[in-house]
């Protein structure tokens, strides 16, 4: 069953599979576990495949699986949505990538478990968000280069998940270019008014399911609709070439960190186009508008999934996750 679809003839559960994520150790179990779950297979071997086989599937497929990293995921979904079939297609999420960083804050934790959740798992109707149209699930990162994001190494991802590309920038850049900013974010329904900053900053982060805590593992409100938005700015140059820890300079009480939770968002550069990493795929622009789908994406969950980790205060904002 690892084959392509013949036009005209497409199945309901098609898994597309990257055969070079994570280790790459990982072809020959997704292929019999996908097998012996009634799913057609399509390996990916070029940029664009992903996405491509996922738009070409959706039409016809009611469950499309992404076995691979959160690059891989951030295809798939945009080839679902560039088929229009958001509402009619569940979206199986197969971590074999380095961080897996999205498939841990959904409670999946290996790949039997991924398909043990596909058949049993609940179904859970997540946000996305869209930065110029282009969805992400997990993050948009903005002041990572595409070197920092080809670079880093996978031990570092493994680690600490999109805030290695945050590491490896600190660790490896002579000197910082800050990027010049105005930032706007929508009124929430939660009371937070609309706001506006602008000045020098390092990086922008806006989480859709993840939070900028140090933690790698460090979930958000994926079901609320709103963006976990975090500025870290230039005036925490110094902190950083003196070696401070991410724990730390993302600590809740961290000083020039600006945090907003907003349903949609505007960043525009004062200067040169910025590179922002979309779940690790880049996209350059000099102004960008981000907004959430609210409820667009219905994936299964694992059992350890939590719609608002606040509720227990597993994840607080500012707060490591446990390992």
């Known amino acids: 069953m690892d084959g392509s679809m013949t036009p005209g003839k497409g199945s309901d559960r098609v898994l597309i599979l990257n055969p070079v994520s994570g280790s790459g150790d990982h072809v020959d179990d997704v292929v019999e576990l996908a097998a012996d779950h009634g799913f057609e297979i399509r390996r990916t071997e070029q940029g664009g495949d992903a996405k491509q086989f996922a738009r070409e599937a959706a039409p016809e497929a009611t ?26 297609t569940t979206v199986a999420v197969v971590p074999a990538g380095t961080g897996n960083n999205f498939a841990t804050n959904v409670g999946i934790r290996g790949l039997e478990h991924a398909f043990t959740v596909i058949e049993d798992g609940r179904r859970r109707t997540v946000d996305i968000a869209t930065a110029n149209d282009r969805c992400f699930v997990n993050s948009c990162v ?10 880093t190494t996978t031990e570092s991802k493994a680690a600490l998940g999109v ?12 000197e910082f270019d800050s990027l010049p900013l105005r930032v706007e974010t929508a009124a929430g329904p939660n009371g937070e008014t609309a706001r506006s900053w602008e000045g020098e900053a390092l990086f922008v982060l806006i989480g859709n399911c993840r939070r900028f805590t140090g933690a790698r593992t460090a979930q958000a409100n994926v ?66 508008r981000i907004e ?13 999934y939590r719609p608002d980790p606040d509720d227990e205060e ?10």
């Open 63 to 88: 469950l499309v699986a992404a076995a691979g990293g959160d690059g891989t995921l951030n295809a798939v979904v945009n080839g679902v949505a560039a088929a229009d079939a958001l509402e009619t």
């Open 142 to 151: 903005g002041g990572i280069t595409a070197e920092a994001s080809s670079e």
């Open 163 to 174: 805030l290695a590309y945050v590491k490896h920038t600190i660790e490896t850049v002579g």
């Open 223 to 288: 079901e609320d609709g709103l963006l976990e938005v975090t500025i870290v700015e230039d005036a925490a140059t110094t902190d950083l070439l003196e070696g401070a820890a991410l724990e730390g300079l993302f600590g809740r009480d961290s000083t020039h960190i600006v945090r907003r939770r907003t349903p949609s968002l505007a960043i525009d550069s004062r200067a040169d186009s910025i590179e922002y990493s979309l779940d690790g795929e880049i996209l350059e622009t000099e102004t960008v």
């Open 292 to 304: 959430t789908d609210p409820g667009a994406l219905t994936l299964p969950v694992g059992d350890d």
């Open 314 to 323: 597993r994840w607080h904002i500012g707060t490591p996750a446990n390992q």
